[in-house]
């Protein structure tokens, strides 16, 4: 993220006539227990039990009710929780005062601890909106109880009234398009895009295309609770698309946005205009790949509601990055063009070479959960970029904000945190059609970081107070000690922690800690422990047989070479300054705190030469792509990646001795 505005460079389905009453409708509730009392005969029991019997009550394929479900919630109940935007349960019925709340309580806090006040300061404000400024996809649950006559605190906080709750939307949906309550999930195509309350064509049928796709191929989950739930495949569903014109949504507008055909897009332009003191917001005209290649994607999360983020990078004295996905259907909008370089990062380097992909949603929130819908979307968009580009699906180019590495120093304690340890990189990259798996055997030399997400829950503290216990949850991380102990000391961390401060288990401290897809050089293995080689130590994380933490993989690997006990470890790729032309100011090449010592392996994620992209004018004519002769390894050196130079290393197999012999 750029920090000053005077330097772009700085680092920061039958129809049913009957009439429902009320109290016919409370007594059909109680056909809805609370998950755990004893279904009818025969039926299915808990949350599978509820999908049931709200499809029968309300006449909705049950194959539908479950695939709505699953985009909008993948099953979960979330503990009752709200999601960013204020969604609840299984169905995510929204509450926008609910919404309005949390942005209120969150603008005020998290973002400040991760070092950005100007966004929480233009966040929305506190003021409650009247009911006729929401936007229908943040009133969900309000309209689901006035059709159920179900009270909408049981709406919030019972997941088979939930349910019942979302048969009933779908229901009202499928009457108000003329269509009949049929038994066939083909003819609910219109229905399911009006659930997604979007209002415009693309982004309704994006969401609808999305249920259907799941409901053809099946899926089959525990959820958070523990409840095994299935949806057969379908995979013989051709749903009837044309009920799309009868929905009357507004058609999208015509725009050029890059996004592939599978996702509704739209543009939101960040500005490029001066605004005085030779200042200019709040991106840097480029040419890319023509003039320098594009390696990475950084995904982040915005820290705020959607409307107040979409006000925020249209401030040309704000940052700047390139698409931001909606939670609740997951929309993207696209503000800077990749060709461009957008302000995203905290590294002039990483935000020369990549795009910036804002998600809604709360670092430190837990259960401000991300949808299905927005994952899908952020995965299909990702994956077209890659694709485009020539990026590779891994770990060490699709970097979450918390990956990236400071450039200097002095700049590694401010360096952000998010997406964070909630983020579901196993999920996302199954999504993006790059599952991480075993691709070695026990000697690979190699393991990929592969927990369990909803078994694997961490503690962290300081979700919501400092030192505060955050709640119990699902996480892609694992945490490191520096022994096979999990009473011994965390890994120190010399550059977050300067002053020699220990390690914590703060949520934002990434200081200890490896995440899903990272991939890392085994120093070793003590029962069910399991060493790496990180940050220049030795770093043990709990891996048992019978619940791996970790798989075993082989890969190029980098160690010092012969005759150097340590080499130095750079948060940036930068030229050697004889690279430098006339009226391009050399950059130094200045080493990050840490060492890299003899006998320890790094995993390597790319070569690439020095580059420098100077750009600190408003026009274009001095512009200029500084390309070195100097190589660098991009490594997995912590829970960041670093740089190291080519000439101070030698490459080998994973699979070799540490020696090379």
Request: contains cysteine; proline residues 8%.
């Amino acid at each position: 993220m750029r920090v000053s505005a005077t330097d772009p460079h700085s680092p920061t389905g039958h129809r049913r006539t009957t009439v429902r009453t009320a109290g016919a409708l409370a007594a059909a509730a109680l056909l809805l227990p609370l998950l755990g009392a004893a279904p009818a005969p025969g039926a299915p029991a808990g949350l599978q039990g509820a999908f049931a019997a709200a499809a029968a009550e309300y006449h909705v394929p049950q194959s539908v009710l479950l695939g709505v479900s699953y985009l909008q919630s993948r099953w979960d109940t979330h503990g009752g929780a709200p999601s960013v935007s204020g969604g609840y349960g299984p169905m995510h019925l929204t509450d926008a005062r609910t919404a309005v709340a949390r942005a209120a309580h969150h603008g005020e806090g998290t973002e400040d601890a991760r070092g950005d006040q100007a966004r929480a300061a233009l966040l929305p404000t506190t003021r409650m909106p009247e009911e006729a400024e929401l936007p229908a996809r943040l009133k969900t649950l309000p309209r689901a109880a006035a059709l159920t006559g179900i009270p909408a605190a049981r709406l919030r906080t019972d997941p088979a009234a939930n349910i019942a709750g979302g048969a009933a939307l779908l229901a009202a949906a499928q009457k108000r398009l003329g269509e009949p309550l049929s038994d066939d999930p083909a003819d609910w195509y219109g229905a399911v895009a009006e659930f997604s309350s979007a209002d415009d064509r693309a982004t309704a049928a994006a969401y609808a295309n999305d249920v259907f796709s799941v409901l053809r191929e099946g899926e089959r989950r525990t959820t958070d609770t523990g409840q095994r739930v299935t949806l057969a495949a379908r995979p013989e569903v051709a749903p009837d698309i044309a009920q799309l014109d009868r929905t009357g949504l507004r058609p999208a507008g015509t725009d050029t946005t890059e996004c592939p055909r599978s996702v509704s897009c739209t543009w939101v332009p960040a500005p490029y205009e001066p605004f005085g003191d030779d200042d200019y917001g709040n991106h840097d005209l480029g040419d890319r790949p023509v003039s320098q290649s594009i390696e990475y994607i950084v995904v982040h999360d915005t820290e705020g509601r959607w409307d107040g983020v979409l006000k925020l990078i249209q401030d040309p004295t704000y940052v700047s990055w390139n698409y931001t996905v909606r939670s609740t259907d997951g929309l993207i909008a696209q503000h800077v063009k990749a060709k461009d370089v957008a302000w995203h990062a905290g590294n002039w380097y990483v935000n020369a070479k990549s795009i910036g992909i804002e998600h809604e949603g709360f670092l430190a929130s837990p259960d401000a959960w991300y949808t299905e819908a927005m994952y899908r979307s952020s995965a299909r968009l990702v994956g077209y970029l890659a694709g485009k580009y020539g990026i590779p699906l891994d770990r060490q180019h699709i970097l979450g904000h918390d990956n990236v590495p400071g450039p200097t120093a002095s700049t590694i304690p401010g360096m952000h945190t998010d997406p964070g340890p909630y983020w579901d990189w196993r999920h996302y990259f199954e999504l993006l059609g790059s599952p991480f798996h075993t691709t070695a055997g026990p000697g690979g030399g190699l393991v990929t970081i592969l927990p369990d997400y909803a078994a694997n829950q961490p503690e962290y503290t300081g979700c919501t107070r400092p030192g505060v216990p955050c709640a119990a949850h699902g996480s892609s991380e694992v945490r490191l000690y520096s022994a096979p102990d999990d009473t011994s000391p965390l890994i120190k961390d010399i550059g977050l922690h300067p002053a020699g401060g220990d390690s914590t288990i703060d949520v934002n401290d990434v200081g200890s800690r490896a995440s899903t897809g990272q991939r890392y050089a085994v120093a070793g293995r003590d029962g069910d422990w399991t060493a790496i080689w990180y940050l220049g130590q030795r770093a043990w994380f709990r891996d048992p047989k019978e619940r791996r933490t970790a798989v075993n993989a082989s890969g190029l690997v980098v160690t010092p070479r012969a005759g150097l006990t340590d080499i130095p470890v750079y948060g940036r790729a930068y030229p050697e300054k004889e690279a430098y032309p006339e009226g391009v100011p050399a950059q130094s090449v200045s080493p990050l705190p840490y060492r890299l010592p003899a006998g320890q392996r790094y995993v390597i994620g790319d070569r690439v030469p020095g580059e420098y992209y100077y750009a600190v004018t408003f026009t274009t004519d001095s512009h200029r792509v500084v390309v070195g002769r100097d190589l660098y390894y991009e490594i997995q050196f912590g829970h960041r990646v670093a740089f190291v130079r080519a000439a101070d290393v030698r490459v080998q197999r994973s699979d070799a001795s540490p020696s090379g012999a």
